[in-house]
């Protein structure tokens, strides 16, 4: 029986994400399992896929946002979606990939504050000064953080993994991987955690 890492596939002007972003971990800590966490950029993936951002769909884009303040409720969380949305996130994704290296529960603690911030709070995380000084207030240095948001070889990094994202077939966020099989949206927690526990089926 394996027992890798969950891959965690995000984007983080996904709403959705910030949901499960707070469910996941409890999920591996029940299953011994790490988090690898993995931003992307969905409009890469839409390029492939035809598709575009939610709320700009007819009638899906309505159900979306309908239903994203649904499962706050329903999860007992705080939700607005921010004045600029959906954002562009290479900033606080390329960020997450420099803190990443330094540790992935560094990454896993930077993504749900920064995405905490942005559907709680309404913070423009696109914004470089923004994401780093939210990353500041975990301990990071906040200049580093800025400068991930512009260093080649961050760019590449995130690059890299929309590439590996398209290969893979991960098309949504969020997108959960588990001894290489896949689960997309938070709606599949449950059964992921039901996989988890019965060694799948």
Do not use: C
């Not at 399992?33 to 992307?40: E, M």
Request: no cysteine.
């Amino acid at each position: 029986m394996r027992h890798g890492p969950i891959e965690f596939w995000f984007e983080y002007s996904s709403p959705y994400a910030y949901f499960a972003a707070f469910e996941i971990g409890d999920i591996a800590k029940r299953h011994s399992r790490s988090i690898v966490w993995r931003p992307f950029l969905l409009g890469a993936v839409f390029k492939v896929t035809r598709m575009e951002p939610l709320p700009g769909q007819p009638m899906r884009g309505a159900y979306a946002i309908h239903d994203w303040q649904r499962l706050a409720r329903l999860r007992r969380v705080p939700f607005s979606l921010p004045a600029v949305f959906p954002i562009i996130s290479l900033a606080p994704a390329r960020m997450t990939y420099a803190v990443d290296a330094m540790g992935p529960d560094m990454a896993g603690a930077l993504a749900r504050h920064l995405l905490a911030a942005m559907y709680e709070r309404g913070a423009n995380i696109a914004e470089v000064s923004t994401s780093a000084h939210l990353g500041a207030e975990l301990g990071h240095d906040e200049q580093m953080l800025a400068d991930a948001a512009s260093d080649q070889r961050w760019k590449d990094a995130l690059r890299a993994r929309n590439e590996e994202a398209v290969e893979r077939g991960i098309f949504g966020s969020p997108f959960f991987v588990v001894d290489g099989e896949g689960f997309w949206g938070s709606d599949r927690l449950a059964m992921l955690d039901r996989w988890l526990a019965s060694g799948g089926w």
